[in-house]
């Protein structure tokens, strides 16, 4: 059984930094890409980064661009979001997520898709504060 477990978030005052842990069992952890969502009330989930199988390829939204940074740690399963400089407008719940079935060609090309994820963590909620 597949279990993404999100931690880590919290509030923050604007300027702050904030680092996402999400632990994954029940597959091989190097074999899935691996990514975080976002989503704010009222708003539609979005991207926010991604990380190709085995902590390849890192691929970023225009909203974490400069500011944040996955990571994976393939011995401990464990996916990071190290966020620094946090907004307002970064005030959201945050999902880990994860592809574990292929095909994982062209990831550049669908890795933001929300269709593209077949596993999802409960969410860990960001607050920060201006």
């Known amino acids: 059984q597949v279990r993404l477990m999100e931690s880590g978030g919290g509030s923050v005052q604007a300027g702050g930094s904030l680092r996402l842990s999400c632990g994954a069992s029940g597959y091989t952890f190097g074999s899935a890409c691996m990514g975080w969502f976002r989503q704010a009330p009222g708003m539609e989930r979005e991207a926010v980064a991604g990380?190709?199988?085995?902590?390849?390829?890192?691929v970023y939204g225009d909203s974490a661009k400069g500011r944040f940074r996955i990571s994976q740690d393939n011995a401990k399963k464990t996916l990071h979001l190290q966020m620094n400089n946090l907004k307002p407008e970064d005030t959201a719940t945050y999902y880990c997520?994860?592809?574990?079935?292929?095909?994982?060609?062209?990831?550049?090309?669908?890795?933001?898709?929300?269709?593209?994820?077949?596993?999802w963590g409960q969410g860990t909620q960001v607050t920060v504060s201006s």
């Open positions: 990380i190709y199988r085995g902590g390849g390829s890192e």
């Open positions: 997520v994860a592809k574990t079935n292929g095909p994982f060609d062209y990831y550049r090309e669908w890795w933001s898709r929300i269709a593209e994820y077949n596993y």
